[in-house]
């Protein structure tokens, strides 16, 4: 499982990130996936290996500008590079409203079947590679997390058994896979006896703004991975005149700590954390750190994490 941060700013792109939007691969596949879609995503895409001729769908958080401003130009773009394969974009409700609107009024054709899909919260969808399901979050306005579990691998035979018992691959374990019994040279080979114990499938939570995380709790105990916001320290926060329905690095260590979550990355960045300022995403780190002790990371813009099947989580 391959992530590729092509946004991590919250609010408003800065010099070192743009805004939202993260793109999510699974082992030996040829697609992928795209959350959120900030302004400028299609800009960010241009530096990475990813092509919109690939993406087989879009999800959004929820729609502040910053999670999916970036929709139309995405959509028109991949018209003009001729990649006519159907589209599904999964969103709040409001989504059915913006899109056909825009497209409308720029007189825009796309060539390519777009089915837009408003969900609501405890929806599930199947897919190929992985279920996902719709998690409400806290926010200012109605804001989703997707919970992601990769399908288990229930059919892997044991090769090595079988090898040793005169059975060299063929279509045969073909038959085995399927679950039938075979008969090869007058000895009979029982499917389940060669089965391997199922992989299970990797499971992720990647979330949308979001000022509680403890609102995942019953996904959280020992996720393989989440991705979520951590806009601000506390300090910062609790200086602030307006207070926005964003989590500090404070809450959101204390919570993944709690709940012993294997890998975090944090991401939607306060535009006051920057190399050069008072403050810096390191500050952001060592907030979370005091807390919680597995594996995390700041997400920066063009970032890649390979989550393995050991559950070990490496920027690649
Ligand atoms: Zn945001
Ligand atoms: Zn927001």
Not at 134 to 160: C, G, M, R, W
Not at 262 to 272: D, F, G, P, V
């Amino acid at each position: 499982m391959r992530l590729t941060f092509l946004g991590t700013s919250a609010g408003k792109p800065t010099k070192e990130r743009n805004v939202s939007a993260l793109a999510l691969e699974f082992d030996q596949d040829n697609k992928w996936y795209l959350f959120d879609c900030g302004e400028a995503t299609q800009h960010q895409l241009l530096k990475t290996s990813l092509s919109i001729g690939k993406l087989a769908a879009i999800f959004i958080t929820h729609l502040h500008g910053d999670h999916y401003f970036g929709l139309p130009g995405l959509l028109s773009s991949k018209t003009l590079d001729k990649s006519l394969a159907p589209l599904t974009i999964y969103g709040p409700k409001g989504l059915n409203k913006f899109l056909p609107c825009i497209l409308d009024i720029s007189h825009e054709h796309l060539g390519y079947e777009l089915t837009i899909i408003e969900i609501e919260a405890g929806a599930s969808f199947h897919f190929d590679k992985f279920s996902l399901k719709v998690l409400p979050l806290v926010h200012s306005i109605e804001s989703f997390a997707y919970y992601i579990k990769e399908q288990d691998i229930t059919n892997k035979l044991d090769e090595e058994k079988l090898r040793n018992n005169g059975l060299e691959p063929s279509q045969l374990y073909g038959e085995l896979k399927r679950g039938n019994d075979i008969v090869f040279e007058g000895k009979e080979f029982i499917s389940r006896e060669y089965m391997l114990e199922p992989i299970k499938g990797r499971r992720i939570i990647i979330a949308g703004d979001n000022s509680d995380p403890e609102v995942l709790s019953s996904y959280l105990d020992k996720l393989d991975l989440l991705v979520h916001e951590s806009t601000y320290t506390q300090e910062v926060y609790d200086a602030l005149p307006t207070k926005f329905l964003h989590t500090t690095a404070k809450a959101l260590g204390l919570s993944v700590q709690k709940h012993q979550v294997k890998n975090l990355i944090a991401t939607h960045i306060s535009a006051r954390y920057s190399k050069n300022s008072d403050y810096t995403a390191q500050d952001i780190c060592d907030e979370i750190q005091n807390s919680y002790k597995n594996n995390c990371f700041i997400a920066n813009d063009f970032d890649r994490f390979y989550l393995s099947r050991d559950r070990e989580l490496t920027r690649i």
